[in-house]
């Protein structure tokens, strides 16, 4: 039997792909910047709609760097932060030299929970401080409670920066997630929805602040024939080859979002029965997932020895790679000094939960391999 790896999430061309990334070599576009670069951007403003304005950068970390730069977040401030996430949502707040205070998440997105967040606004007011922004991120490709976060932020004035790297593709009410926010954020890593091999992309309101977005991304170069600098720059823009990439995946886009969806549903089958398991699922039906990694929650049993964790290394022994949930924030050790407010709803969750193989590529074979995978370790119970 065919025993190779099952991968979480790996990248899955289309096809056209090449033809872009010939084109910027045939014209000599090998920089970060040019035709692919401009084309990709107009592709996603086309894709997300509501009047977005796109800068495609050289990561989605740069893209939340340069959201924070932004909405002016500086050292000292303090920025409110969804704790259960990808360091990545986080590490930003500290490249400014700000402070992340954390936030627990909900149980019905996993998401930024309005609760702790409400919370933590009034008391770090109370203590003197009013955070400078909000991080909310669409965990796994599910939308957070956009009305509920979007009230607390109203009510004290507080810019939300919203982590969509996870949720390409999704929406909530028939608005595409990654135009929620005062400023979104895309991601196209390897094992993202789309990839770009390595990329990310700023999403804005208005074409002046992607305007000031790529002013941050290239340098801060003011105009002068020499090179002139009034502000802090960075190099975050994406290359023109990546974006060529970028171009291909795009018009395969939801066509990969369809197959993530049926990963979904593949695993509500395989799990129907198995009263120890729930799948990640959407509250109702204003919510749209990408479903870009499906996730599991595994009651432990110790008289069975089945959990979590018992779970995943079956599943490794046959050579299917799953991975526990993204590790709560404040109980990183970079981060456990930095305050968080929340009722352990993310440590449970991270105890209990695991993501599973979700790529748009996976084949039949593989699919009943992890079937069986998971019969054997549950028949056992
Ligand atoms: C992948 C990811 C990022 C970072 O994107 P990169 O393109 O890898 O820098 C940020 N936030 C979340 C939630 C992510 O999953």
Redesign the pocket.
């Known amino acids: 039997m065919n025993n190779s790896k099952i991968w979480l999430s790996s990248p899955h061309m289309g096809g056209t792909e090449r033809n872009y990334v010939q084109d910027a070599f045939d014209t000599n576009w090998v920089a970060p910047l040019g035709p692919n670069v401009t084309g990709l951007e107009q592709d996603l403003e086309d894709y997300l709609g509501h009047e977005a304005h796109v800068g495609a950068l050289?990561?989605?970390?740069?893209?939340?760097h340069l959201g924070l730069v932004l909405l002016g977040v500086q050292a000292g401030d303090t920025v409110l932060c969804q704790s259960m996430?990808?360091?990545?949502?986080a590490n930003p707040i500290l490249y400014q030299g700000a402070t992340p205070v954390f936030i627990d998440s909900e149980e019905d997105t996993w998401n930024l929970c309005p609760v702790a967040l409400e919370k933590a606004v009034t008391s770090e007011i109370e203590k003197g401080k009013k955070p400078k922004a909000i991080i909310a991120?669409?965990?796994y490709g599910v939308p957070y409670k956009i009305e509920a976060v979007r009230a607390v932020a109203n009510t004290h004035g507080i810019p939300i920066l919203e982590?969509?790297?996870?949720a390409l593709g999704s929406s909530f009410k028939g608005q595409k997630c990654g135009t929620f926010g005062d400023i979104g954020?895309?991601?196209?890593?390897g094992?993202?929805i789309i990839t770009t091999s390595?990329?990310?992309a700023i999403v804005t309101p208005t074409a002046a602040l992607k305007e000031k977005a790529i002013f941050f991304a290239t340098q801060s170069r003011d105009a002068a024939p020499h090179y002139q600098h009034s502000e802090i720059g960075y190099n975050y823009r994406m290359s023109n080859i990546c974006a060529g990439i970028g171009r291909g995946q795009m018009q395969v886009l939801n066509a990969h979002v369809q197959l993530r969806r049926d990963m979904h549903d593949f695993y509500v089958d395989v799990f129907k029965d198995i009263a120890a398991v729930t799948v990640f699922t959407v509250p109702d039906a204003d919510y749209f997932a990408n479903y870009?990694l499906t996730a599991i929650l595994v009651a432990p049993n110790e008289a069975t020895g089945i959990d979590r964790e018992a779970l995943r290394l079956a599943l490794d022994q046959t050579n299917i790679e799953s991975r526990p949930l993204?590790k709560p924030m404040h109980l990183q050790p970079i981060f456990e000094r930095y305050p968080y407010y929340g009722t352990n709803v993310a440590e449970t969750l991270f105890d209990n939960g695991l993501c599973l193989p979700s790529g748009s590529n996976l084949t039949d074979s593989e699919r009943e391999r992890i079937r069986e995978a998971v019969q054997d370790f549950f028949a056992k119970e």
Do not use: R
């Open positions: 050289s990561s989605g970390t740069a893209a939340i996430t990808f360091s990545a949502s991120v669409h965990l982590d969509s790297a996870e954020v895309l991601s196209f890593n094992n993202k390595g990329g990310g870009w993204w």
